[in-house]
């Protein structure tokens, strides 16, 4: 791993001074690093951890459409088949679509997530290392130290789910190969660790992280316990442990309650929404203009993306959507100028997003925030991992304790087995839909992706089956690393 993807992984420093520019970004090698001074008090060492966060948002290898995690979010659900290109004009995230750009070694697709997810590991590393060394109260350094360890989780957790096979919980120990763990600063190059051996570390770090962190935070753009339990119930989802996956996912959630129908359509770009769990909290200083989240995914930011093929809904989905369910508002199968928001000049095709919509019409700021954590999600793999359970009647109440907020009008599901998980899981695709969580759906529960019979446009998606298993599940590692680094080896072609 020694070039620059991992030797240049930046030191991040205060967000809260900086420019949109990329003047922040110390692209200095970390072994160059002060990390004495960045760490030498905890007010600094505060700052170098505000930087890790602010690099979830930043633009990678100067490209508009790979924005940071955000930008990951929308790729993800484009990989699968929910979120739908609208029409023949689009430019960006075709390749995505299409399951040929992380296929290739030089595309920018195979080196944006693991340039971005290391960078993040990298000064997360340079954090866990230096902050018990820091002068200033031992509650802050516990909190600094608990957020860089959860901040390296998340990155590992990403990493190998893109990188790596899946996981199987009946052929433990899972020895395919993962990504490379580097579990301190350094820029040298190391092998490939088994998927096993990544998720060991990745809930060590969360329950390290949980046993420093508290439900305090000054805001939501920072990680606290609550969004560590629900990073572990994530992983425990994925690892097909049912039993934690619930557990903790009733853990993460208190204290959240669903949000009610008026907040629900008030266009999913407000982090003080009392569903969000943790997002990005957009400040006039850190925006990224037409890279942002919302210049992507919105409704109504005037950019030539939103104006010109705006985002769909797969159409078979949206037919479940019950009439009375305020979710059926968020998209709309027959758009015209009364029931639908669009920037000046904007097409309507049919099955229209309006989940996500920024202040004014049309908004000229990209201003919205980022949800990367809802109690809606805790829910949903709580329900999901209790009805893998059998526990039938538990997993129905806690779907429903969900869906009702959204349809006043359902009725506790009386299905079973895998009737009931099949529910679930159209539940989670309708309510999650533009937040990232397909692709790694159907990668977790061995599905095949399948776009027959969808509104997906044929010359644009071009893809419309890919069996379970099927290389193209792995993302190709970057042509960067390999030549740079002896050590690591290629996924199958």
């Known amino acids: 791993m020694k070039n620059k993807i991992i030797a240049s992984i930046a030191l991040l420093l205060g967000l809260t001074t900086f420019s949109c520019e990329n003047v922040y970004l110390d692209t200095n090698p970390t072994a160059s690093i002060d990390a004495n001074a960045a760490y030498s008090t905890t007010k600094n060492a505060a700052a170098a951890i505000n930087g890790i966060y602010r690099s979830f948002i930043v633009r990678y290898l100067s490209s508009q459409g790979h924005s940071g995690h955000p930008a990951m979010m929308i790729i993800l659900d484009h990989m699968g088949e929910d979120l739908v290109i ?15 750009a992380h296929r290739s070694d030089v595309n920018t697709m195979a080196q944006f997530p693991y340039e ?47 990188y790596g096979k899946r996981y199987d919980a009946t052929k433990k120990p899972n020895s395919q190969l993962g990504v490379p763990l580097v579990l301190e600063p350094t820029t040298t190059g190391l092998p490939r660790n088994t998927v096993e051996e990544v998720y060991a570390q990745i809930n060590k770090d969360l329950s390290d992280a949980a ?99 705006p985002k769909v809904i797969n159409n078979l989905l949206y037919k479940q959507i019950a009439a009375t369910d305020v979710r059926s508002k968020m998209w709309v199968e027959t758009p015209t100028t009364a029931n639908s928001i669009v920037p000046p000049g904007g097409v309507r095709p049919k099955f229209l997003n309006q989940k996500f919509r920024l202040p004014g019409t049309p908004s000229t700021s990209a201003m919205g925030d980022v949800p990367y954590m809802r109690a809606a999600e ?32 359902y009725v506790q599901s009386v299905k079973t087995g895998t009737d009931l998980i099949d529910e679930i899981l159209v539940q989670r695709r309708i309510e ?12 977790r529960t061995n599905a095949a992706l399948n776009r027959n019979g969808t509104n997906a446009i044929a010359s644009v998606a071009l893809l419309f089956d890919v069996a379970p298993g099927d290389v193209r599940w792995e993302f190709l590692i970057p042509r960067r690393e390999i030549d740079a680094n002896p050590a690591i080896v290629q996924n199958p072609l």
Not at 120 to 147: C, F, H, M, Y
Not at 232 to 260: F, I
Not at 297 to 307: D, L, M
């Open 86 to 100: 609208g029409t023949t004009a689009a430019s960006w995230h075709v390749g995505e679509t299409r399951w040929t």
């Open 432 to 443: 999650l839909w533009g937040e990232g969580h397909r692709f790694f759906d159907l990668k």
């Open 378 to 409: 805790m829910y949903l793999i709580e329900a999901e991992a209790k009805a893998r359970l059998n526990d039938a009647a538990g997993a129905a109440k806690v779907l429903k304790d969900l869906v009702v907020t959204r349809d006043p009008n």
């Open 116 to 162: 971005m997810y290391y960078r993040i590991i990298g000064n997360a590393n340079i954090g866990i290392a230096n902050i018990d060394k820091s002068v200033g109260p031992q509650a802050d350094k516990n909190t600094l130290k608990g957020e860089a360890l959860a901040l390296r989780a998340f990155g590992y957790f990403n990493l190998v789910q893109l």
């Open 211 to 309: 046993a420093l962190l508290s439900v305090n935070r000054v805001n939501k753009s920072h990680i606290n316990l609550n969004v560590v339990k629900g990073l572990q119930a994530r992983v425990a989802l994925v690892q097909q442990d049912w039993a934690n996956a619930a557990k903790y996912a009733a853990e993460a959630r208190s204290g959240y309650a669903p949000m009610t129908a008026a907040m629900y359509v008030d266009g999913f770009q407000d982090i003080t929404n009392s569903e969000w769990m943790w997002g990005f909290d957009h400040l006039e200083d850190q925006t990224e203009y037409f890279g942002g989240y919302h210049s992507y995914i919105s409704c109504n930011y005037n950019s030539t993306v939103i104006r010109t093929y």
